[in-house]
């Protein structure tokens, strides 16, 4: 009886030690599972693309809707129309200070920097095909007839002192006779790091020229450029950027703000399809990963999405099951190893 309980308590003891690890595992592929239910698989986002206009207020010609509001700013802030078409922009002062809709004839940015009198120097040397002053709560007409031989963007702007600079300024996106229907996208640069958000964008023209609008704004805090190659299907690197530029200057080439919620917009048209690079030239970025593509009437790469849970989870669930059941008879057979007496065998008489 002493011989088969010195056998036994090892036994018990390597049974308790097995149980216990069975079970704790157990334990741990169960929540694991029980997680992955809870959370379900997520997807990933894609490109984000849409139609410019403001929602029916910015068709490809005729009447439009432009409001000003204190902000100050116009809403929405991005038309279309195709040259040569005329155009009627009912404008409405919804705010209660006065602003201006002052339309360049020249198809350029205007410089964020420049002073009142340097915007009222632009427009007295360039001209423009509108310029509507509306006192709070007025409203009145802008009709004009876009050239024919007009295509791009051309900025819209509040002359009224320092309203432009503050944010003032939309865009009248003319693309040529026959062409695709203006785009506007949206772009961010990562909070975290040095990358586009997102890094692909698409924009499904059918009929080109196609005029693009880019509203791109910064999350992070550096310093970014958001420069588009011109040419579709060239991919420019860290060391030959610089170089490839001066042979082939950039589509758009917008400096993003660092100011919280400032955005800038890139607008510049596409004459054909295909995929072009867009990059940050700030010395380090691009290399580090800071660039993306601009699929245009071509379909973008099919987002990837997160490993399916469908086939792990249940998995999971049931191993750990079956993990705790061993585990548990394994306790209970520890428990009782060397309390059952084993068998006595005396001598045969």
């Avoid at 990933?44 to 029916?56: D, E, K, L, V, Y």
């Avoid at 922009?89 to 004839?105: C, L, M, Y």
């Avoid at 586009?196 to 704004?217: K, R």
């Avoid at 099919?302 to 099951?321: F, I, K």
Wanted: net charge neutral; glycine share 12%; aromatic share 8%.
């Amino acid at each position: 009886m002493a011989g088969s309980r010195r056998c036994g308590t090892p036994r018990a003891a390597r049974a308790a030690r097995w149980s216990s690890r069975l079970i704790a595992f157990g334990v741990v592929l169960l929540l694991t599972g029980l997680l992955l239910r809870a959370g379900g698989s997520g997807s990933s986002a894609g490109p984000r693309s849409f139609a410019s206009g403001g929602g029916g207020s910015g068709s490809a010609s005729g009447i439009l809707t432009v409001n000003m509001t204190d902000t100050p700013s116009f809403a929405p802030n991005s038309l279309t129309a195709t040259s040569g078409s005329p155009v009627a922009i009912h404008v409405i002062n919804r705010g209660s200070f006065a602003h201006t809709f002052t339309v360049s004839a020249t198809n350029i940015t205007l410089n964020r920097s420049w002073s009142p009198a340097q915007v009222d120097q632009f427009f007295h040397s360039n001209g423009s095909w509108a310029n509507v002053s509306l006192n709070g709560g007025a409203s009145a007409w802008a009709n004009f007839t876009i050239p024919s031989t007009a295509v791009g963007s051309y900025e819209f702007v509040s002359v009224v002192p320092y309203q432009f600079q503050a944010g003032m300024f939309g865009y009248l996106n003319v693309t040529a006779a026959g062409g695709g229907a203006g785009v506007q996208l949206q772009e961010q640069t990562a909070n975290a790091g040095l990358s586009f958000v997102p890094s692909v964008l698409a924009a499904n023209a059918t009929a080109f020229p196609v005029a693009v609008s880019v509203e791109v704004s910064n999350l992070g805090s550096n310093s970014h450029t958001w420069t588009l190659v011109a040419q579709p299907d060239v991919n420019v690197t860290a060391g030959d950027f610089t170089s490839y530029f001066q042979s082939h200057p950039p589509a758009a080439n917008v400096n993003v703000p660092l100011t919280p919620g400032q955005v800038v917009w890139a607008n510049f048209t596409i004459t054909q399809k295909g995929v072009y690079q867009y990059i940050c030239e700030i010395p380090g970025h691009l290399g580090a990963g800071m660039e993306g593509y601009l699929y245009v009437g071509v379909p973008p790469p099919p987002v990837v999405a997160p490993p399916s849970t469908a086939v792990v989870e249940p998995a999971l669930l049931l191993a750990g099951g079956a993990l705790l059941v061993v585990g548990v008879v394994l306790a209970l057979a520890a428990s009782l190893v060397g309390r059952i007496p084993s068998p006595a065998y005396g001598p045969k008489h």
